[in-house]
Protein backbone atom coordinates (compact mmCIF):
# COMPACT_ATOMS: atom_id res chain seq x y z
CA UNK A 1 0.00 0.00 0.00
CA UNK A 2 1.18 3.43 -0.45
CA UNK A 3 2.11 6.22 1.86
CA UNK A 4 2.11 10.08 1.81
CA UNK A 5 4.14 11.97 4.68
CA UNK A 6 4.06 15.32 5.26
CA UNK A 7 7.05 16.03 7.88
CA UNK A 8 5.46 19.99 8.45
CA UNK A 9 2.52 20.12 10.71
CA UNK A 10 2.77 23.87 10.64
CA UNK A 11 4.81 26.53 7.84
CA UNK A 12 4.70 30.28 8.08
CA UNK A 13 6.14 32.99 5.54
CA UNK A 14 5.81 37.02 5.00
CA UNK A 15 3.79 38.21 2.33
CA UNK A 16 5.62 37.89 -1.07
CA UNK A 17 7.88 35.78 0.40
CA UNK A 18 8.69 32.01 -1.40
CA UNK A 19 7.95 28.64 0.72
CA UNK A 20 7.69 25.27 0.32
CA UNK A 21 6.25 22.56 1.85
CA UNK A 22 7.63 19.09 1.52
CA UNK A 23 5.92 15.90 0.75
CA UNK A 24 7.55 12.24 0.11
CA UNK A 25 5.96 9.15 -0.48
CA UNK A 26 6.47 5.16 -0.43
CA UNK A 27 5.14 3.56 -3.57
CA UNK A 28 6.36 -0.05 -5.57
CA UNK A 29 4.59 1.44 -8.45
CA UNK A 30 6.55 3.35 -11.23
CA UNK A 31 3.73 4.97 -12.66
CA UNK A 32 1.28 7.23 -10.52
CA UNK A 33 -0.04 10.93 -10.32
CA UNK A 34 0.55 12.95 -7.27
CA UNK A 35 -1.39 16.11 -6.35
CA UNK A 36 -1.27 19.47 -4.34
CA UNK A 37 -4.67 20.44 -2.78
CA UNK A 38 -5.46 23.37 -1.00
CA UNK A 39 -8.48 23.20 1.71
CA UNK A 40 -8.99 26.99 2.85
CA UNK A 41 -11.22 27.75 5.64
CA UNK A 42 -14.22 27.14 3.71
CA UNK A 43 -12.90 23.66 3.80
CA UNK A 44 -13.74 23.37 0.04
CA UNK A 45 -10.38 20.91 -1.48
CA UNK A 46 -8.97 22.71 -4.08
CA UNK A 47 -6.41 21.32 -6.67
CA UNK A 48 -3.27 23.59 -6.63
CA UNK A 49 -1.19 21.53 -8.87
CA UNK A 50 -0.36 17.92 -10.68
CA UNK A 51 2.48 15.96 -11.37
CA UNK A 52 2.54 12.42 -13.66
CA UNK A 53 5.38 10.67 -12.60
CA UNK A 54 6.17 9.64 -16.21
CA UNK A 55 7.34 13.08 -16.45
CA UNK A 56 10.35 14.63 -16.01
CA UNK A 57 9.61 17.77 -16.05
CA UNK A 58 8.20 19.24 -12.94
CA UNK A 59 4.80 20.78 -13.06
CA UNK A 60 3.83 24.61 -12.62
CA UNK A 61 0.95 26.66 -12.33
CA UNK A 62 1.97 30.80 -12.25
CA UNK A 63 2.77 30.67 -8.72
CA UNK A 64 3.00 27.21 -7.90
CA UNK A 65 5.67 24.72 -9.02
CA UNK A 66 6.79 21.49 -7.60
CA UNK A 67 10.12 19.87 -7.06
CA UNK A 68 9.29 16.22 -8.31
CA UNK A 69 12.44 13.98 -7.07
CA UNK A 70 11.12 10.14 -8.27
CA UNK A 71 14.17 8.55 -7.40
CA UNK A 72 13.92 10.11 -3.72
CA UNK A 73 10.37 9.62 -3.66
CA UNK A 74 10.00 13.59 -2.79
CA UNK A 75 7.06 15.97 -3.93
CA UNK A 76 7.71 19.44 -2.70
CA UNK A 77 5.52 22.40 -3.41
CA UNK A 78 6.96 25.75 -4.05
CA UNK A 79 4.90 29.42 -3.25
CA UNK A 80 6.37 32.08 -4.97
CA UNK A 81 5.12 35.67 -4.01
CA UNK A 82 3.17 34.43 -1.19
CA UNK A 83 -0.35 36.15 -1.06
CA UNK A 84 -2.81 36.04 2.07
CA UNK A 85 -5.33 34.01 0.25
CA UNK A 86 -2.58 31.22 -0.13
CA UNK A 87 -2.90 30.50 3.90
CA UNK A 88 -4.63 27.32 4.02
CA UNK A 89 -4.14 23.48 5.15
CA UNK A 90 -2.01 21.49 2.09
CA UNK A 91 -2.76 17.98 1.50
CA UNK A 92 -0.20 15.99 -0.70
CA UNK A 93 -1.60 12.94 -2.57
CA UNK A 94 -1.54 10.20 -4.64
CA UNK A 95 -3.19 8.11 -7.19
CA UNK A 96 -2.00 5.15 -8.92
CA UNK A 97 -1.72 5.37 -12.87
CA UNK A 98 -3.85 2.53 -13.43
CA UNK A 99 -7.40 3.49 -12.37
CA UNK A 100 -8.71 -0.37 -12.77
CA UNK A 101 -8.33 -2.71 -9.51
CA UNK A 102 -8.86 -1.96 -5.58
CA UNK A 103 -6.75 1.29 -5.99
CA UNK A 104 -9.66 2.07 -8.49
CA UNK A 105 -7.96 5.81 -8.15
CA UNK A 106 -8.63 6.44 -5.05
CA UNK A 107 -6.21 9.31 -3.72
CA UNK A 108 -3.86 8.51 -0.59
CA UNK A 109 -3.25 11.72 1.34
CA UNK A 110 -0.77 13.45 3.62
CA UNK A 111 -1.46 14.46 6.97
CA UNK A 112 -1.18 17.88 5.60
CA UNK A 113 0.54 20.83 6.35
CA UNK A 114 -0.97 24.52 7.75
CA UNK A 115 0.60 27.46 5.84
CA UNK A 116 -0.15 30.68 7.61
CA UNK A 117 0.92 34.01 5.75
CA UNK A 118 1.48 36.80 7.56
CA UNK A 119 1.12 40.64 6.47
CA UNK B 1 -23.84 25.18 -11.86
CA UNK B 2 -22.11 23.74 -8.73
CA UNK B 3 -19.81 20.97 -10.24
CA UNK B 4 -20.20 18.44 -7.12
CA UNK B 5 -22.38 19.67 -4.60
CA UNK B 6 -23.82 17.99 -0.94
CA UNK B 7 -26.53 18.18 0.74
CA UNK B 8 -26.48 18.73 3.67
CA UNK B 9 -23.54 21.18 4.84
CA UNK B 10 -24.37 20.58 8.45
CA UNK B 11 -25.57 17.71 10.26
CA UNK B 12 -26.06 17.61 14.00
CA UNK B 13 -27.55 14.76 15.54
CA UNK B 14 -28.01 12.25 18.48
CA UNK B 15 -26.32 8.89 18.85
CA UNK B 16 -28.21 6.31 17.75
CA UNK B 17 -29.65 7.96 14.75
CA UNK B 18 -29.45 6.87 11.05
CA UNK B 19 -29.02 10.11 8.68
CA UNK B 20 -28.02 10.30 4.88
CA UNK B 21 -25.92 12.65 2.93
CA UNK B 22 -26.46 13.26 -0.78
CA UNK B 23 -24.16 14.03 -3.12
CA UNK B 24 -24.85 15.37 -7.09
CA UNK B 25 -22.35 15.74 -9.85
CA UNK B 26 -22.79 17.99 -12.90
CA UNK B 27 -19.76 16.61 -14.40
CA UNK B 28 -20.67 13.66 -16.78
CA UNK B 29 -18.28 11.53 -14.48
CA UNK B 30 -18.41 7.69 -14.06
CA UNK B 31 -17.12 7.51 -10.82
CA UNK B 32 -17.75 9.09 -7.60
CA UNK B 33 -15.78 8.51 -4.05
CA UNK B 34 -16.62 9.32 -0.53
CA UNK B 35 -13.75 10.30 2.10
CA UNK B 36 -13.48 11.35 5.80
CA UNK B 37 -12.14 13.68 7.21
CA UNK B 38 -11.49 13.24 10.81
CA UNK B 39 -10.77 15.58 13.68
CA UNK B 40 -6.88 15.53 13.00
CA UNK B 41 -8.23 16.63 9.04
CA UNK B 42 -6.83 13.62 7.88
CA UNK B 43 -8.50 12.58 5.00
CA UNK B 44 -9.19 8.83 4.06
CA UNK B 45 -10.95 7.15 1.10
CA UNK B 46 -14.47 5.09 2.29
CA UNK B 47 -16.26 3.98 -0.70
CA UNK B 48 -15.88 4.14 -4.51
CA UNK B 49 -18.58 3.54 -7.47
CA UNK B 50 -18.04 3.32 -11.15
CA UNK B 51 -20.97 3.96 -12.79
CA UNK B 52 -23.54 2.52 -9.65
CA UNK B 53 -21.35 -0.21 -9.42
CA UNK B 54 -19.54 -0.14 -5.87
CA UNK B 55 -15.44 -0.41 -6.16
CA UNK B 56 -13.64 0.44 -3.37
CA UNK B 57 -14.77 -0.39 0.45
CA UNK B 58 -12.18 0.20 2.62
CA UNK B 59 -12.60 -1.38 5.66
CA UNK B 60 -15.49 0.70 6.81
CA UNK B 61 -18.46 -0.73 9.47
CA UNK B 62 -21.33 -1.92 8.02
CA UNK B 63 -22.93 0.84 9.33
CA UNK B 64 -22.34 2.81 6.78
CA UNK B 65 -23.91 1.73 3.50
CA UNK B 66 -23.48 4.12 0.08
CA UNK B 67 -25.94 3.76 -2.51
CA UNK B 68 -25.43 4.87 -6.54
CA UNK B 69 -29.10 5.33 -8.05
CA UNK B 70 -27.68 6.70 -10.96
CA UNK B 71 -24.26 7.74 -12.36
CA UNK B 72 -24.65 11.35 -11.33
CA UNK B 73 -25.74 10.65 -7.19
CA UNK B 74 -24.05 8.78 -4.81
CA UNK B 75 -25.85 8.98 -1.25
CA UNK B 76 -24.29 7.29 1.92
CA UNK B 77 -26.80 6.14 4.58
CA UNK B 78 -25.46 6.09 8.37
CA UNK B 79 -27.30 3.93 10.75
CA UNK B 80 -26.86 4.21 14.66
CA UNK B 81 -24.68 6.87 14.50
CA UNK B 82 -21.64 6.84 16.86
CA UNK B 83 -19.48 9.66 18.73
CA UNK B 84 -16.70 8.71 16.22
CA UNK B 85 -18.60 9.44 13.14
CA UNK B 86 -18.12 12.76 13.54
CA UNK B 87 -16.48 14.11 11.00
CA UNK B 88 -16.31 16.17 7.82
CA UNK B 89 -17.50 13.72 4.80
CA UNK B 90 -16.25 14.59 1.39
CA UNK B 91 -17.91 13.52 -1.74
CA UNK B 92 -15.38 13.62 -5.14
CA UNK B 93 -15.95 12.41 -8.69
CA UNK B 94 -13.50 11.68 -11.65
CA UNK B 95 -14.06 10.46 -15.54
CA UNK B 96 -11.88 7.51 -15.07
CA UNK B 97 -14.14 4.89 -16.08
CA UNK B 98 -11.61 1.70 -15.73
CA UNK B 99 -8.51 2.41 -17.82
CA UNK B 100 -5.92 4.75 -17.49
CA UNK B 101 -6.20 8.33 -16.59
CA UNK B 102 -5.03 11.16 -15.23
CA UNK B 103 -8.63 12.68 -14.47
CA UNK B 104 -8.63 15.20 -11.14
CA UNK B 105 -10.52 14.44 -8.33
CA UNK B 106 -13.62 17.05 -8.12
CA UNK B 107 -14.56 17.48 -4.57
CA UNK B 108 -17.53 18.41 -3.09
CA UNK B 109 -17.65 21.15 -0.33
CA UNK B 110 -18.09 18.36 2.68
CA UNK B 111 -20.58 17.70 4.71
CA UNK B 112 -19.81 18.03 8.68
CA UNK B 113 -21.48 16.17 10.52
CA UNK B 114 -21.60 16.40 14.55
CA UNK B 115 -23.02 13.17 16.66
CA UNK B 116 -24.33 14.67 20.22
Known amino acids: AQTVTQSQPEMSVQEAETVTLSCTYD???????LFWYKQPPSRQMILVIRQEAYKQQNATENRFSVNFQKAAKSFSLKISDSQLGDAAMYFCAYRSYYAGGTSYGKLTFGQGTILTVHP | DTAVSQTPKYLVTQMGNDKSIKCEQNLGHDTMYWYKQDSKKFLKIMFSYNNKELIINETVPNRFSPKSPDKAHLNLHINSLELGDSAVYFCASTRDSGGAGSETQYFGPGTRLLVL
Open chain 1, 27 to 33: TSESDYY
